[in-house]
């Protein structure tokens, strides 16, 4: 396990957090449908380590982030609401990305001290 020190994750990593950002507007999700899209975020390569953010209330829909290719991260909502649809307004996807080798790098540091 690796315990990022206080200060945000971009200062733990040296200022190596690649982001993204889309703007994007998915269609009303049944109970456990899901929709997929992708966000640009340059230097992301597959192995890297994702996270998201959305701009609204998730409204107990799942985001999840995950480099798909190089220099895109797919995102998917997932909807897990009960039975009921969710109908997400039109929102702002941020992503981060942690290049793999800096976490590797950081981990092999933490565990030399």
Avoid: C, W
């Amino acid at each position: 396990m690796v315990v990022v020190p206080s200060g945000s994750i971009h200062q733990a990593f040296n200022g190596k957090v690649l982001v993204g950002s889309a703007v994007y507007d998915a269609a009303s999700l049944a109970d456990a449908a899901g929709a997929t899209t992708t966000v640009t975020v340059g230097g992301a390569k597959i192995g890297d380590f994702a996270f998201v953010s959305l701009s609204l209330d998730n409204e107990d829909t799942l985001a999840t982030a995950y480099v798909s290719a190089d220099n895109t991260v797919s995102v998917r909502l997932q909807q897990e609401n009960a039975g009921s649809a969710v109908d997400l307004a039109s929102l702002t996807i941020r992503v981060g990305v942690v290049p793999r080798v800096f976490v590797e790098s950081f981990a092999t540091q933490a565990l030399v001290r």
